[in-house]
DNA sequence: TATTGTTATACTCTATAACTATA
DNA sequence: TATAGTTATAGAGTATAACAATA
C-alpha cells in the first residue's frame, strides 16, 4: 500500500473547508445586490463577452434546459440579452445588457474585495506558493 | 492608495476558480450516489454526530425552514432520523441510521479521493504551505 | 443526421412570515 | 418572552425527455 500521512487528508479537509466559507461569501456579496449564487455566476461568466447557450451551459455545468429558464429571469429583469447569431440562424449570444454589466462588475468587485481582506496578511512567499499550487491542482 | 499587484487578484481569481472546481467535483461525487451537493454536505456533517436543527442550519448556512424540508425527504429514505432529545422537549437531534452512515462516509471517502488525486504531484513543502494558507484564511 | 435551443414536467433548494409547543 | 422546530407559500435551480428549427 502506498503510504497516506495524516497531512493527505489534512490539506483535501482544509480545500473543502475552504470551498464552503468561499460559497457562503459569495452568497452574502450576491444577496443584497438582488441575485442569487447562480445568477452571479452567469453574470460575471458574461463580463468577458457573449456566449452561447451551450457553451455557457458548459461553463456553468448546468443543463441548456436549465440555463434557459435562468436566461428567461435574468433577460425580463434587463440583466441580459439574446441576440441573434449571424453565422447560425439556431443559436443565440447571451451578452450583459448596460445595467448587467454594472451588476456583474459590483459582484466580482465585491467577492475579489472580500477574498482580499481574508488573503491580506498571508506573507508574499505563501501568497505565491498558494497561487502556483492552485493553477497546479485546476488543471487535473 | 495602497499598492496593489496583479498578484492580488491573481490569488483571489485561482481560489474563486478552485471554489467552482470543487463545487463541480463535489456535484460529480453525489450524484452517482443519489445524493444532491446539499444532502451529501448535510449527511457528512452528521458523521461526527447528531445535531439539532438550529446548529444544523448554522453550520449549513441555510434557514431552519428550509431544512425541515431537506431532513423530511432525507427521513422518508431512511438516512437520517429525528431523535427526541430529553433535555428539552421542543428540540430533536437528527442522527444519521446505518444506511445514511454508510452512505455519508462513501460521500466523503470519495471526494477526499479525488482531491487528493488532484494534489498527489504537489512537493510536500507547497502542500505545507497550503494547508497552513487555507488554514489562516479560514479564520477570517 | 447532428446540433442549437426550447418546452413540458417533476423535484429539490431556499427564503419569509406566521405558527405551536416548550423553556 | 425567547427559543426550537414546523407549516404555508412562493420563487429559483436542476435534470430528463421530447421537440422544432437549422446546419
Known sequence: MVTTTAR???LASALVQTMH???DLHAETSRPLGLTPQQAHLL???ITGPLGMTELSRILSIERSSLTSMVDRLERRDLVARVANPADRRACRIEL???GKDLAHQCHDAVVDRIQEMTADLPASARG???TAL???LTR
Open 97 to 99: 445588457t448596460a445595467a
Open 129 to 131: 506558493t498558494l497561487i
Open 44 to 46: 460575471c461568466v458574461l
Open 8 to 10: 493527505d487528508s489534512d
Open 21 to 23: 466559507r468561499l460559497q
Open 135 to 137: 493553477q497546479s491542482i
